[in-house]
Structures are given as structure tokens and as C-alpha cells.
């Protein structure tokens, strides 16, 4: 039995750890971040990360979600919405849960980062 209770409770604190989420310093930790990233030689996967945190700083979409684990793949040439096409991107995406809604299931933030130039082409949410 204690055991068990052992064990739960490591299984607990790492799931938590885990949630406590890619979004849990403050704004201006983020901002740091990005006062480092250099886009004289196009923007790296870590780079995309910082630079799509702070744009969910700056739409407040971090004040109405909890962002957790990043995840960035490599886009190619893609499109908008709309079916322009859109430079090679890296298309970073964000786990999300409501801060304040009482909404079952996880979110997704979305932010697709020009990788030569940083510009952020499209940011968005959705259902997962």
C-alpha cells in the first residue's frame, strides 16, 4: 500500500511538471527571450518558439488559456486560409486549456512563424 501511495505521488508531480506548461514564466521572461533572437540568419526552431510565445503574449491569448507543451514541425511551402501562398514556415502549436471556461477537452494554439523573417503569417486556435 505504500508503495502504491509512492508512487502516485512521483506520477503526480511529473504530471504536473509536465502541465505546468511552456507559457508558466512571466511576459517578461518571454520578452528576454526575445531581445536574443538574431533574424539576420533566418529563424531557427527555437527561435519560432520564442518568437510565437510572444505573440500570444501580445493578443492576450495567455491571459485566457494555459499554454503547455510546444511542439514545431517544418511546414514547407503552405497557404493561408484564404489558398495565398505563404513563405516556408515552422508551424508552432501550443497545447491549450481554458483558464476560466468550463470547456471539456485540450485546445490548440497555432502560430505559423515566416522562417527567414520571424513575421508571424497566421496564429489561431482550435479544438484538438
Not at 6 to 15: E, G, R
Amino acid at each position: 500500500m505504500e508503495h502504491h501511495r509512492i508512487t502516485l505521488i512521483i506520477f503526480s508531480c511529473m504530471f504536473l511538471m509536465g502541465m505546468g506548461g511552456t507559457m508558466a514564466k512571466s511576459s517578461d521572461y518571454y520578452r528576454a527571450q526575445l531581445q536574443q533572437v538574431n533574424l539576420t540568419d533566418g529563424v531557427s526552431k527555437e527561435e519560432a518558439i520564442i518568437i510565437a510565445q510572444n505573440n500570444l503574449i501580445d493578443d492576450g491569448t495567455d491571459k485566457s488559456c494555459v499554454l503547455s507543451r510546444s511542439s514545431v514541425k517544418d511546414t514547407g511551402f503552405t497557404v493561408d486560409g484564404a489558398g495565398h501562398p505563404l513563405a516556408p514556415c515552422w508551424e508552432v502549436r501550443f497545447n491549450a486549456t481554458w483558464k476560466v471556461r468550463l470547456e471539456s477537452g485540450l485546445k490548440w494554439c497555432e502560430v505559423l512563424v515566416d522562417k527567414k523573417t520571424g513575421q508571424i503569417k497566421v496564429s489561431g486556435w482550435g479544438p484538438s
